[in-house]
């Protein structure tokens, strides 16, 4: 028995642990009281750990399918039968016939993330796409038009701030996103405990609403026109403080924001003149302010001027790049740096989808269209798919049209360990090790942090001599697939594969540590190995204008994209509730991390996790109680559950939560398949989305609510 020190890698809050452990047994996994991030925090995710480990649905060699059946097959049969028909599908049709598609999962290890951009050159197609543009692609797009990096994404100073204001996020149960931190319910209401303030902006009375000093109602999808009402506000006395001399189009933020006529704000929102008014009085008034804004604001029409609109905001008050706003990190692997430097600080638009003509984001196309690039014949039709670590059947809108789609490919490749809703239809799935049998560093969450920090978590148990890590397998491909070009570049994409392969991911995090910002500390992998606790680096600083990518390293306040997506929005009609049709909204529960987390025992003890929240007065004049069944109908579909009435959520708006709908044939789920609940995503619109970006628009479509009888 020993104990080791490890990083959660299950959410994005990053929380230490303590796991109690045999050669092949996990006896404890506990709170890491003495991590130098999370200092004793974790929630019940963590547990999920030793269930993945266990887990006996988890697939642990190779599969193919036969049929209606998979059977296990060699690594190298399947390396090998995968690499030629792939080359057969790319001479048939051209390289781009074959598609990728990331799931979430891969931002939570690094061997993926250092492993994809080797593997996705290799197979040369621009049909790539990931769970980016069904979440946070606004946040990326922003950063990139003002910031002039992808990943120059601003971290709310949650420990030192005086006031925030919160829209479309519950980092309560989150334990944030996109803002890197454990604990953070009592991160927040410490702000009100120092003589802060906390304003939630939600059509739900949500766990982090319940923390807060204040709370107000908002019509789904009308965030846009809030913010902008602040804006306008703001704009009568910006107060730029030490942005003064980086920010550039000042003027013409103000009358582009002004050509809006906001008088009928509540008609429009749902909040009055007056709490706009306090709310923009709020943000001058306290010297540290700082608002947030996450998926609840992306995953909507106008999601990408939400998030533009914030970052205006952060501005306006001077808290941009300032201690107690809003500051950008400096992690000891440095992703935004070495990204410039290999010129990836990101693109928007350079080139469209072949069906709906939709933008690419940073060499992917939006992933709601994914389904249609598979069913829409002709030249660049896409007839072969690898799937990394996602299930897009749940998390894309119109999950059934993806089925039928994925059930037409000529070769679906899964880099899974479970059969799930998607992965069902693979022709062949590969497994990785489960996350205790592999090394853990976070290189994406790092650039998220409330404080820079670095954690390094070797792996607890020893897998199987015969079974690949998600690094492993990837390169393996990389190596087998790399065809571009003449015999000698070939044979140099070949040979720097298998050096990859023969070096392993230890060895290229640490070549990235050392000559990462930290480089004059000696920053290593064998150092921060010798400190299981992890290295503290510091807050975040203040870091403007050596940070910025921008052109004349100026921010840039109205860039010409959002000029065009703001015309979109003063002449776009509002959609409202009426009738029998209420306003969709999703959420998630504090153990339900997306849909993989659905088969572990430690975090599915309840049975009644999937239901529709709705108001009080909508559902007494449905004739609906608690536990009524009800049906939700869209065009596109309806589904079945058990209703949950409150006066927590806006009247003419329904809550389901995300993840669910494990009823589907030929999964192998057992714990998932006996709670299945429904999936939101059976009923949303794949045609509905910010059409300025292409991120999906998954908050704000209209359902019919009805009572389904008992016969």
């Not at 988890?58 to 039968?81: C, H, M, N, Y």
Request: net charge positive; hydrophobic share 40%; proline share 5%.
């Amino acid at each position: 028995m020993k104990t080791t020190t490890r990083v959660c890698n299950l959410c994005e809050a990053m929380c230490g642990l303590t796991v109690e452990h045999s050669a092949e047994e996990i006896h404890r996994i506990q709170a890491n009281t003495q991590d130098v991030f999370s200092a004793g925090a974790y929630c019940p995710k963590s547990q999920g750990l030793a269930d993945l480990y266990y887990d006996p649905d988890r697939i642990r060699r190779p599969l193919k399918r036969q049929g209606d059946e998979f059977v296990e097959i060699t690594w190298d049969e399947a390396f090998t039968s995968i690499t030629r028909k792939t080359k057969e599908l790319q001479r048939q049709h051209g390289t781009s016939t074959i598609a990728t598609y990331l799931g979430n999962p891969n931002s939570h290890h690094f061997g993926n993330l250092l492993a994809l951009p080797f593997f996705l050159r290799s197979l040369r197609t621009r049909n790539k796409y990931s769970a980016t543009s069904v979440d946070q692609l606004p946040h990326m797009l922003a950063a990139y038009l003002m910031f002039g990096h992808q990943m120059l994404i601003p971290i709310a100073d949650v420990e030192r701030t005086e006031y925030m204001l919160i829209l479309g996020a519950n980092p309560t149960v989150s334990n944030g996103s996109l803002l890197s931190g454990a604990g953070l319910s009592s991160r927040i209401k410490s702000i009100s405990k120092r003589g802060g303030k906390v304003v939630v902006i939600d059509p739900r009375y949500t766990e982090t609403a319940a923390v807060a000093t204040e709370h107000h109602f908002i019509k789904p999808g009308t965030d846009a026109y809030f913010l902008a009402a602040i804006v306008q506000r703001l704009l009568v006395t910006p107060r730029l403080r030490h942005l003064e001399t980086m920010v550039t189009g000042l003027g013409d933020l103000t009358n582009l924001i002004n050509s809006l006529p906001l008088e009928n704000i509540q008609t429009m929102t749902g909040i009055s003149q007056e709490v706009v008014q306090n709310i923009s009085e709020d943000l001058l008034r306290f010297d540290r302010a700082v608002c947030y804004g996450r998926v609840g604001v992306s995953t909507q029409r106008f999601g990408g001027v939400c998030q533009w609109l914030i970052n205006t905001i952060n501005i306006l008050t001077g808290n941009l790049d300032r201690e107690g706003g809003a500051l950008f990190t400096r992690p000891a692997v440095d992703i935004v740096n070495l990204m410039a430097k290999s010129g990836s600080c990101g693109s928007f638009d350079r080139r469209r989808s072949r069906v709906r003509n939709l933008p690419e984001f940073s060499g992917e196309l939006p992933a709601a269209t994914l389904a249609d690039e598979i069913l829409t014949p002709g030249k660049g039709q896409v007839h072969g798919l690898f799937t990394i670590a996602g299930n897009p059947v749940l998390s894309l809108p119109n999950g059934p049209k993806l089925e039928t789609a994925l059930a037409s490919l000529d070769l679906y490749v899964a880099i899974d360990f479970y059969r799930n809703e998607t992965t069902r239809f693979a022709h062949y799935i590969l497994p990785p090790v489960s996350p205790l049998e592999r090394d853990h560093f976070d290189l994406v969450f790092n650039a998220f942090a409330l404080r820079n920090q670095v954690r390094f978590s070797p792996r607890l148990i020893d897998p199987p001599g015969d079974s690949y890590d998600d690094w492993g397998i990837l390169i393996e491909l990389c190596s087998r697939l790399s065809a571009s070009g003449n015999r000698l570049a070939r044979w140099r994409q070949r040979a720097m594969a298998r050096l990859l392969l023969r070096l392993g991911s230890r060895f290229v995090l640490d070549l990235a540590l050392r000559i990462g910002p930290y480089r004059k500390q000696r920053m290593s992998l064998k150092k921060i190995a010798a400190n299981p606790n992890g290295i503290d680096l510091g807050p975040l600083t203040p870091c403007l204008p050596g940070r910025l990518f921008t052109k004349h390293k100026m921010i840039e306040l109205c860039p010409p994209p959002f000029v065009a997506a703001w015309t979109d929005l003063c002449t776009s009609s509002l959609q409202q509730s009426s009738g029998d049709r209420l306003v969709l909204v999703g959420r998630r529960s504090l153990k339900s991390n997306n849909s993989w987390m659905h088969n572990c025992p430690s975090l599915n003890k309840s049975r009644n996790q999937c239901y529709a929240l709705l108001n009080t007065e909508d559902a007494f004049a449905r004739g609906i109680t608690d536990g009524t069944k009800i049906e939700l109908s869209t065009d596109i579909g309806s589904i079945t559950l058990p209703a949950k009435v409150s006066d927590k959520i806006m009247r003419g708006v329904v809550s389901v939560p995300h993840g669910w709908g494990h009823h589907r044939k030929g999964i192998k789920l057992s714990l998932a398949s006996s709670t299945p609940g429904v999936s939101l995503n059976d009923i949303l619109d794949d045609q509905a989305i910010d059409e300025f970006c292409g991120n999906a628009a998954l908050v704000g479509q209209a359902v019919t609510v009805n009572r389904v009888d008992r016969s």
